[in-house]
């Protein structure tokens, strides 16, 4: 007799994401406004800064993620960064659908670093750029690279690149 157990746990529902209560949450409503503008409401948005900002597993951020509460401004300043890469509101809801976690990525130590590195090492500008981050937006917080001897963070190893 055939094992059915996985349809069981199929059809759960995910649990409840808990989020921040108090001045918190205004921050929270604030950051889910930014995301509005990309299209993404209510759950949805929730979702997305849960997986980024450690309210939820990811597996991209393993166990080293801790609960943060995003800033809108940090938000913000990731999203235009993204934006002046050559990708509209469009792509940039792709890329978010994609890889959410980009958003607690850090601009300045991750993002801008591995847009420079695609840039002078493979010669990956304007385009060309915009169709990698559509095509594969991880690659904007790769920050590892074990060179083919494996440390155990493939999800943030520039190997998979």
């Given at each position: 007799m055939p094992c059915n157990n996985w349809r069981l746990h199929a059809l759960e529902?995910?649990?409840?994401?808990?989020?921040p209560e108090g001045e918190e949450k205004a921050t929270w409503e604030e950051c889910k406004k930014s995301l509005s503008a990309l299209e993404f409401e209510g759950e949805e948005a929730d979702v997305i800064l849960s997986k980024a900002y450690g309210w939820v597993h990811s597996p991209y951020w393993g166990e080293e993620r801790t609960k943060q509460v995003p800033r809108n401004e940090s938000v913000n300043e990731i999203?235009?960064?993204i934006?002046?890469?050559?990708?509209?509101n469009e792509d940039l809801h792709k890329v978010l659908k994609k890889f959410p976690e980009v958003l607690g990525c850090d601009l300045e130590e991750e993002l801008k670093v591995n847009v420079g590195l695609l840039q002078s090492e493979w010669g990956i500008?304007?385009?060309q750029l915009?169709?990698?981050?559509?095509?594969n937006p991880k690659v904007l917080g790769y920050n590892?690279?074990?060179k083919g001897d494996c440390i155990a963070k493939c999800?943030?190893?520039w190997v998979r690149f």
């Open positions: 529902k995910t649990k409840p994401i808990h989020l999203l235009n960064y934006r002046n890469l050559g990708l509209s500008k304007g385009k915009r169709s990698l981050l559509l095509r590892v690279d074990c999800t943030r190893c």
